[in-house]
């Protein structure tokens, strides 16, 4: 990188001075406004999206780095500030704020950080690895010397566990280089290997030298999806632009593919990272489009983009708003204040509680929240604050830093920054999903740091019974709809409870039928419930197999279905289902509850569908236990259950449940065949129930 930049630094200090009047952006791109932020390398763990990146001083001139960053989001647009992970202060070896890119990547429970430094005692640059238990840290170099290095060429490693096992660390600037790691991660085989810059590689420079071949310049990124191997990488020389190439190897041969991203964005230098996360394709990328940003004070941005049927990669423009948010934020649990969209004027410092606190809040700072789901509605806003000085205001806005105020909170001094104590003020007027606001005012200086916040639901957010929902069909659908074409109607027809329950009927398939969004407010992956639902069906056959199921998107993004409770419904009879100890899968998103059979199309009444805190009892009309051939329920069979049987035949049997219990082949009708199975069973000419057509 120093010879790059020694060619290059009069049209970079240039550039700079040009890039510093970057338009401020108030949108969700860069994903960091506490600090500028570069390098991004992400890494999927524990279905969460960590990104590890490089950290450019405020007011730098140079590549002046101190430190490696982490943070975390699970939808995208709230990004969680885990503090410096890693600094080049770590490594005993290394030169003073030379910590430039690095990646990191989890093998057995550990987790590995390749990193740039200088070597303080020789020069140039070096690969270092450091190791944690923890994808957060703390992570301790590995070795207390270089890993590869010196060499001037080695910087930004890229690293790859293959599906045979083995690991490959790709680097360098202008050459491109690998090693193969050895199974521990520290060291590795082999010499280090040269990639061969060809035209037909990695495309041809227009001005291109010796050193410079290629469109190659820096910054790899390796990975593989199926069967093709892809090496992302910053190239063209000054500005950078990204582009990629191909291979059916890990380690060739390497074929061109085109640009990704084009070189605007406020910084004459880029670096990439591509990931998969719950279904979508990410690419993480800098930019100098904070404000006081630049090419050498620059900031971390994602985009969302689709791959080509053939695998190829689009051109990926860069966006202010960044991707979709994937899920909302509960407001009812504990939420980090360091877990942020957007924010104005504040920082993050480490907190004497754990993990991280905003600090450095003036009047006029915000943090911005995304997508938060109040639901119903919320009664109550509490922070934990700590304040040297006199404290301040929390006005919690909905939208906007203007939007509507659902509370404010008065924040006295606790006598230390670190000193928390926990602040509440009434809340009302929020209900649905909202961005949420927090807008600190107050005196002069420094006014209050926060730790976390959370809302209390209105009534608890239970229903007087002591329930998250209670669906009764008196007055409407109660938020159920239908699922694949089912209708549904609230009818006096039948009810098990008050007077209507809900006819799920024009069903085509056995999967049609009703559902419900389960709010994150209360319902959370990993977490146990109470459901009961009573169905009841009298158009169908004696019996009819009734769930009550979960559908939801797993850690992949894939819609997966899970069974919550199941019955068989016998006809006319209501039944219920229930389960007062459902556990929902630790993955779980997007959550849905959904009623449907298990084959056939049949309609049937829903009623009294419950969901409440696990372990609660809920009272219903319980499950008819069906015991094949005691038509007379007496509790045995017998030949008087036959004669039974062959009377109700001629005449009819009482109800549906003796006709259940009557048909013991279990084809959904009573009929002759089942009265002579029934005989030969009681006259012990079969020990089962044989059916003679
Ligand atoms: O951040 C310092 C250097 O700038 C990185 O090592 C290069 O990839 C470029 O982004």
């Known amino acids: 990188m120093k010879k790059l930049l020694s060619g290059l630094m009069a049209a970079v200090v240039g550039m700079t001075a040009v890039l510093a009047s970057a338009p401020y952006i108030s949108a969700d791109n860069p994903i960091v406004q506490t600090n500028y932020t570069a390098d991004p390398a992400p890494m999927i763990y524990n279905d969460t999206f960590y990104v590890y990146t490089s950290h450019d001083l405020d007011g730098s001139t140079y590549f002046t780095m101190p430190d490696w960053k982490c943070y975390s989001t699970t939808d995208m647009q709230n990004w969680t500030d885990h503090g410096s992970v890693l600094s080049y202060a770590d490594f005993s070896w290394a ?14 429970g550990k987790f590995y950080f390749y990193v740039t430094l200088v070597p303080a005692a020789t020069g140039g640059r070096a690969i270092g690895v450091a190791v944690a238990d923890s994808p957060e840290g703390p992570f301790k170099d590995a070795l207390g010397k270089p890993l590869i290095g010196p060499n001037w060429d080695y910087i930004d490693p890229t690293v790859f566990i293959d599906d045979d096992g083995q690991a490959y660390l790709y680097f360098g600037n202008p050459t491109l280089n690998y090693v193969k790691l050895n199974e521990d991660m520290i060291s590795y085989s082999g010499e280090v290997s040269q990639i061969p810059l060809t035209t037909e590689g990695f495309g041809a420079r227009p001005d291109g030298d010796e050193r410079h071949p290629t469109l190659y310049e820096e910054g790899p990124w390796f990975y593989r999806r199926g069967d093709l191997y892809y090496m992302v990488y910053a190239a063209s020389g000054i500005p950078e ?11 060739g041969p390497w074929t061109f593919r085109g640009e990704i991203m084009g070189s605007a964005g406020g910084s004459f230098t880029n670096h990439s990272g591509i990931v998969d996360y719950r279904g979508h394709s990410y690419f993480a990328y800098h930019t100098g489009q904070l404000p006081g940003g630049g090419g050498f004070t620059r900031s971390v941005c994602i985009e969302e983009f689709t791959y080509q049927p053939d695998g190829l990669i689009p051109k990926i423009p860069q966006t202010k708003e960044g991707p979709a948010q994937l899920e909302a934020v509960n407001p009812y649990i504990r939420n980090e204040a360091e877990k942020i969209c957007w924010e104005s004027g504040v920082e993050t410092e480490v907190c004497s509680e754990g993990g991280m606190n905003v600090a450095n809040i003036e009047k006029g700072d915000y943090i911005k929240i995304k997508g938060v789901d109040f639901g119903d509605g919320a009664e109550k806003f509490t922070a934990s604050i700590a304040s040297a000085e006199q404290g301040g205001v929390i006005e919690v806005h909905l939208d906007s830093t203007t939007g509507p105020i659902i509370g404010v909170c008065n924040v006295p001094g606790t006598g230390g920054w670190q000193n928390w104590q926990e602040v509440s003020c009434d809340s009302a007027g929020a209900s649905g999903v909202h961005d ?4 600190f005012s107050g005196g002069d200086g ?23 929902f209670k669906s009764t069909f008196e007055n409407g659908e109660d938020g159920w709809s239908s699922r694949g074409g089912a209708s549904l109607q609230p009818a006096d027809t039948a009810a098990y409870e008050g007077d209507a329950a809900l006819y799920v009927s024009e069903r085509t398939a056995s999967w049609n039928g009703m559902m419900k969004k389960l709010p994150t407010m209360h319902f959370q992956k990993g977490e146990t419930y109470s459901f009961s639902a009573e169905v009841m069906q009298n158009e169908g056959r004696i019996s009819e197999h009734i769930m009550m199921k979960l559908e939801y998107k797993d850690g992949n993004g894939d819609v997966q279905y899970h069974t919550i409770a199941e019955a068989d419904a016998i006809r006319g009879e209501w039944v219920q289902l229930s389960n007062t100890e459902y556990t929902i899968p630790a993955d779980a998103s997007d959550m849905h509850v959904y009623l449907e059979t298990a084959d056939g199309s ?3 009444y829903a009623d009294q569908i419950i969901a409440a805190p696990a372990g609660t009892a809920i009272a219903g009309s319980g499950i008819i236990t069906i015991l094949k051939g005691d038509v007379d329920r007496s509790g045995r069979i017998n030949a008087f259950d036959a004669a039974y049987a062959k009377k109700g035949l001629l005449t009819s049997l009482p109800n549906a449940i003796a006709e259940a219990e009557a048909d013991v082949d279990e084809s959904g009708t009573f009929e002759l065949v089942d009265v002579v ?17």
Do not use: H, M
């Not at 949420?436 to 807008?439: D, E, K, N, P, Q």
């Not at 420094?446 to 998250?468: C, I, K, M, P, S």
């Not at 199975?677 to 057509?693: C, H, M, N, P, W």
């Open 95 to 108: 030169e003073e704020n030379t910590a430039w890119a690095a990646q990191c990547i989890e093998r057995n």
């Open 241 to 251: 632009n990204i582009c990629y190439s191909t291979s059916p190897t890990p380690t």
């Open 436 to 439: 949420l606001y927090l807008v």
């Open 446 to 468: 420094f006014l209050f740091n926060v730790d976390w916040w959370q809302f209390t639901a209105a009534g608890g957010g239970l229903t007087e019974e002591g329930y998250y």
């Open 602 to 604: 049949v309609s049937f």
């Open 677 to 693: 199975a029934l005989i030969q069973y009681v006259t012990g000419k079969s020990d089962r129930f044989v059916t003679i057509e």
